[in-house]
């Protein structure tokens, strides 16, 4: 591998931290809004509250990735509750 594909590498792990960390946080306080058996209102009040640590936390731990592909990897993994919860309230 050479610097410069090192350096793309590197460049796709920081875009997903930067961008792909507030959607998956997103996408999990849906999943837990959705997916906890509390009354609406608690857990509206549990997910919305968890959305900024789950951000900070995936912000934190994404640039540790070791590559771009894997970063990506588990941005959309962790976003699937979300588009779950989404499909399932329509």
Known sequence: MTARASTADRRA????AVVGAPVAALG???????FVPL????????GSQ???P????????????A???RAWWWV???????ILAVWMRR
Do not use: H, K, Y
């Open 13 to 16: 792990v920081v875009l997903a």
């Open 28 to 34: 999990l306080g849906a999943g837990i809004v959705t």
């Open 39 to 46: 009354p609406e209102a608690s857990a509206l009040g549990l």
């Open 50 to 52: 968890l959305i900024l």
């Open 54 to 65: 789950l951000w900070v936390a995936l912000a934190c731990t994404l640039p540790l990735a």
């Open 67 to 69: 590559s771009g592909r």
């Open 76 to 82: 959309a993994a962790l976003s699937l509750p979300g």
